[in-house]
Nanobody, 121 residues
């Protein structure tokens, strides 16, 4: 199977920055896409940003211009640089991947355990 381990969460003041990282390990050889989702208390989990193997990115409107997603295909890692952070960015951030290879896992999605991000006003 596939394990995703996130790192980099924490407490930051409004206007500050944090960088999240996520490493995929286990049976994964490559991914179709990797991404970040977040869930605030009492709210549904929502997409933050995704990146495909070819480098195409997609962002939620609420983070465009402030967050940047990047990936390291060779290491099956994804990063999220978060700048100009706002209190409404406070949430648990989850890493997600959709497997490309091996063929036995193609199309399967996996989630990390989540990392808390708190932005104080």
């Amino acid at each position: 199977q596939v394990q995703l381990v996130e790192a980099g969460g924490g407490l930051v003041q409004a206007g500050g920055s944090l960088r999240l990282s996520c490493a995929a390990s286990g049976s994964i050889l490559s991914y179709d896409d990797m991404g970040w989702y977040r869930q605030a208390p009492g709210k549904e989990r929502e997409l933050v940003a995704t990146i495909t193997l070819s480098g195409m990115t997609n962002y939620a409107d609420s983070v465009k211009g402030r967050f940047t997603i990047s990936g390291d295909n060779a290491k099956n890692m994804v990063f999220l640089q978060m700048n100009s952070m706002k209190p409404e960015d406070t949430a648990i951030y989850y890493c997600n991947t959709k497997v490309r290879l091996p063929l036995t896992l193609r199309g399967r999605t996996f989630w990390g355990q989540g990392t808390q991000v708190t932005v104080s006003s």
